[in-house]
């Protein structure tokens, strides 16, 4: 098992637990938990392979369990509610633990819950998707959707440990899978060129399962994210850079409903338009922009946007970006590859480029 710590400022610092195994070790579960009272929220899908995993470790408090529909389609004020009322119906008080058992949709919600019930309890990160094991998991962004733009509704709030078991990813969907790579990918293209060109060279045994790549491609995402957060826990500066391809990839999102895109497979064709636009502005060759491709599409991952969104459909989305101020849009905009930065002097003209000749591709 490997452990990192993201160091926060006062007494809030939190571990990462990563290895295979780590939700067969109740004392490590049970030692993550505040308080004589747990509620477990789940859904029905997650919670027929591990739930019975947690609950075992937990046999000496009061546990209560809520199932929620599974999917971003459902990632709204109305289930987050459901939370709540659960909360006050079993009679939680503020030394309650809340742990989210799930993907990035499940840990979302639950933090955000957490973050408000009674101004704020406890809550564990117990992700089990690829996507959410490198990203939504660490760094305490909680949130929901609203229809007009995604997770705008939230809070930040840190958990008090993430426990990350790869034995979780054999029962994870191809497509699923597919879709955390791309915020790993978002790691090299970001912040390691070194990382970047390992993925190339791992991409087949990361495909097949291999139980080491796995576990180091989720340390170093660990990492990397970790260090980040650390230095900018509320994103007023260096955090934006994690949202490589995010602004065009929740204007995705937003504009084909959520779901019907996985987050991580819009992040995909967001971060080859923020090459694009990079190239564009000559701070990325096309050859570093066919790498990222290239990565991309090994791990079957879109690297367009859908056939139906143009220049007019992206724009309104990309305005109501959280990173947006004083009404000019910032992207997060690579580097060459290892390296990134926020722009705020991308002309509409360069936007609306980057966007046509990104191409078309079905949704």
Known sequence: MKTLSVALEGNRSYPIH??????????????????????????????????SWVREALTDLVVDELLLP????????????????LLLERNHGRDTTLIALGGGVIGDMVGFAAACYQRGVGFVQIPTTLLAQVDSSVGG???????????????FHQPQAVLIDTRCLATLPAREFAAGMAEVIKYGIIADRSFFEWLEGAAGQLLAGDSEALTYAIERSCAIKARIVAEDETEQGVRALLNLGHTYGHAIEAEQGYGNWLHGEAVAAGMVLACRTAVLRQQMTEAELERVIQLLLRFSLPVTGPRTMDADAFLPHMRRDKKVKAGRIRLVLPIGIGNAEVADSVTEETLREAINDCGRCAS
């Open 18 to 51: 990563i290895g295979s195994g780590v939700l067969g070790d109740a004392q490590l579960l049970r030692s993550a938990v505040c308080g004589s009272k747990v509620l477990i929220v789940s859904n029905a899908t997650v919670a027929r392979h591990y739930l």
């Open 70 to 85: 599974d999917g971003e389609a459902f990632k709204t004020l109305q289930t987050w509610e459901g939370i709540l009322s």
């Open 141 to 155: 962004k909680t949130a929901v959707n609203h229809l007009l733009g995604k997770n705008m509704i939230g809070a």
